[in-house]
């Protein structure tokens, strides 16, 4: 029984992350044509900066740790008590790469299993 319910649980989570996608690259996309001096303005400092020929490519971390609870021991099972799961911890990890060029953002990408 806790092993479905487990699973109703994570699939649910999947079903959520896939909107999440989708409204992050919505916001995303009207970064696209505006100067890199706007996104920095209100993004901040990337990360991390990398330039090669004539492009910039911006980078933006978002990283957490997510913790996800265990089940308690329960009296039961063949040998007089049940196991339990102890806690996970997750990390979970979503970088947004902006690209640059003559001063415009011209591209993004998402990278990273946190990203929705």
């Known amino acids: 029984m ?3 319910l487990r699973v ?4 649910a ?7 999440g996608f989708a409204q992050r690259q919505n916001e995303l996309v009207k970064w696209i044509g505006r100067p890199e001096t706007e996104l920095a303005g209100a993004m901040g ?18 990283r957490r740790t997510e913790i996800v609870p265990g089940s308690p021991f329960y009296n039961g099972g063949p040998f007089g008590y049940g196991g339990g799961f102890p806690p ?3 990390i979970l990890v979503c970088d947004t790469t902006f690209t640059i060029g003559g001063g ?13």
Not at 45 to 62: H, I, Q, V
């Open 2 to 4: 806790h092993c479905l």
């Open 8 to 11: 109703i649980g994570f699939a």
């Open 13 to 19: 989570v999947a079903a959520g992350c896939t909107n």
């Open 45 to 62: 400092a990337p990360s991390r900066l990398y330039e090669t020929g004539g492009m910039k490519f911006l980078t933006y971390e978002d």
């Open 88 to 90: 996970t911890a997750t």
């Open 104 to 116: 415009v953002v011209r591209a993004f990408s998402l990278r990273g299993n946190a990203c929705g």
